[in-house]
């Protein structure tokens, strides 16, 4: 088995910043594609930001200029640095990744999250 545990995220005034990780542990021989996605309340879970095993990214238009996520594949691990928080960035922040097995067996495997606050 393989498991994602997300740390990083707390209580930040607006315009300040916050760096959350994701690590990843378990039989692991690759992880492809990492990304972190929100679900404030009341609203559907969207992708924040994804980057792939070769460095590729993509952002949500949102957090474009303000968010960068980065990944230490020897170390099984992801980041999303978030700079110039704002009150609406305000979510659960959950990281989902891609990861192989020695097997090659692909499991889509999810964090419990991390509670990001914003206040104003």
């Known amino acids: 088995q393989v498991h994602l545990v997300e740390s990083g995220g707390g209580l930040v005034q607006a315009g300040g910043s916050l760096r959350l990780s994701c690590a990843a542990s378990g039989t692991i021989f690759r992880i492809n594609v990492m990304g972190w996605y929100r679900q404030a309340p009341g609203k559907q879970r969207e992708l924040v930001a994804r980057?792939?095993?070769?460095?590729?990214?993509n952002y949500a238009d949102s957090v474009k200029g303000r968010f960068t996520i980065s990944r230490n594949n020897a170390k099984n691990t992801g980041y999303l640095q978030m700079n110039s928080l704002k009150p609406e960035d305000t979510a659960v922040y959950s990281c989902?990744?891609?990861?192989?097995?020695?097997?090659?067996?692909?499991?889509?495997?999810w964090g419990q999250g991390t509670q990001v606050t914003v206040s104003s």
């Open positions: 989902n990744a891609d990861i192989l097995d020695p097997f090659l067996k692909s499991y889509d495997t």
């Open positions: 980057i792939t095993s070769g460095g590729s990214t």
